[in-house]
């Protein structure tokens, strides 16, 4: 979670709601409580791979479950492609060539194939390298705010404009939703885990609780030293900047790379698995699970989901490939809602681990309250999101009609 939200939110939601950011990230905490128990009461009840799909395909009819996956896999393909255009910005900083044209191209494509390739060769290796990132993102998180916090104006921090508008405050809690958003990565790769109906659902809420943590320390930091929050696209780089000069830009930019880097690596390691999933249930065409011989991993998956997410990233910027991959997971997960729901009136349910009181209830106020944030913040999107359901439930057709053809 901790990636190209936790830097870019804060210039993104102060050019919304100013100082009302603080709002906005309380807001987007609270509406995330209630869907993160969901998926832990869920995640209690499955062991295999897929997550979201995995529970959808449980609780929901075929087709529904279906769109679950399709969309969860083109947002995280979108997620990817909003992180690299944000590491090309950042790594502009340091080379200003990189920031546009064939250099822009290059880097990008570099950066595929490099994550790529540590995502190919095994599960174990990927793990480790994410590991690794995960070390020196919560290092520098830890940095930024210990050595920000004592320069924060309290002045800075009060609220002097109006309250934005329903439109404008659902739209800024979308900036903070993308941030928020991978808490359900962990659950995809589930059936590579040793026992992930006991690890998911404990990971899941400390991960949220901490994140937060996280996300209020660098927006305090930004909002308190800051003039204007919204005025540069790299906020962070720039508070070091003021801080500690041109040595503190470069340091800061440096750890940011560093935190995107490591994003991108989890995503890449747990996109493919969905059309996996799609693909062992299937949906999608038998050839998208084929397993490596000798690395033991969905290399024709790991190959389509990379070319589709840094090939959007040369032609997109970043706030369109945002916005475009939160209103797809937004979608995924109301649907989630709703197999809970379905679920917890099953019988013959998988019985969870974690058991979450009401949970018939909550799941369906947590579909309606995610309905309403995409009515009014991702209007503009939902036109691309019904052309790429189209695009899936195409191939689900024509892979459902080569099944039953003859063998």
């Known amino acids: 979670m901790i990636g190209a939200g936790m830097l870019a939110a804060p210039a993104k939601v102060y050019a919304l709601a100013g100082g009302w950011s603080f709002v906005v990230l309380g807001a987007a905490a609270l509406a995330l409580t209630p869907l993160i128990l969901c998926f832990a009461d869920l995640s209690s009840r499955f062991s295999g791979t897929g997550g979201p799909y995995l529970y959808a395909r449980a609780g929901l009819p075929a087709s529904p479950a279906f769109a679950v996956g399709w969309l969860m896999w083109f947002s995280q393909a979108m997620s990817v492609a909003t992180l690299s255009a944000l590491f090309v910005t950042y790594l502009a900083g340091f080379a200003p060539t990189l920031e546009s044209g064939f250099p822009r191209y290059l880097t990008i494509a570099a950066l595929g194939v490099g994550l790529t390739g540590i995502v190919l ?5 990927s793990a480790r390298a994410s590991n690794l990132l995960i070390v020196l993102k919560v290092g520098f998180v830890l940095a930024f705010a210990a050595g920000g916090i004592w320069f924060v104006q309290a002045d800075r921090l009060t609220i002097d404009v109006p309250i934005p508008g329903a439109i404008t405050f659902a739209q800024a809690m979308l900036i903070y939703l993308f941030a928020y958003s991978g808490f359900e990565r962990g659950s995809v790769v589930a059936g590579e885990a040793r026992d992930p109906q006991r690890d998911v659902p404990a990971a899941l809420i400390g991960g949220v609780l901490a994140v937060t943590f996280a996300y209020a320390a660098v927006l305090l930091v930004c909002m308190g030293v800051l003039d204007q ?10 508070v070091g900047r003021q801080l500690f000069g041109p040595i503190g830009a470069v340091a800061v930019s440096a750890g940011a790379l560093a935190v995107i880097a490591g994003t991108i690596l989890v995503i890449t390691i747990s996109m493919p698995r969905m059309l996996l999933a799609l693909s062992e249930q299937g949906q999608l065409p038998p050839w998208l699970g084929r397993v490596h011989p000798r690395w033991r991993t969905p290399h024709i998956a790991i190959v389509i989901s990379s070319v589709l997410g840094f090939g959007f990233a040369m032609v997109s910027d970043v706030l369109t490939a945002l916005t475009i991959a939160t209103a797809a997971r937004l979608t995924g997960y109301v649907l989630c809602c709703l197999a809970l729901w379905n679920l917890a009136r099953r019988a013959d349910a ?4 974690f058991a979450l009181p009401f949970r018939g209830p909550i799941a369906l106020f947590t579909a309606a309250l995610f309905t309403g944030v995409l009515a009014l913040g991702a209007t503009k999107e939902l036109p691309a999101l019904v052309a790429v359901l189209v695009v899936g439930f195409v191939l689900l057709a024509v892979t459902g ?3 039953q053809g003859p063998p």
């Open 121 to 125: 060769v095994g599960i174990r290796q």
């Open 350 to 353: 998988p019985p969870p681990r």
């Open 229 to 238: 929050p919204a005025a540069n696209d790299r906020p962070l780089a720039e």
């Open 401 to 403: 009609w080569r099944r």
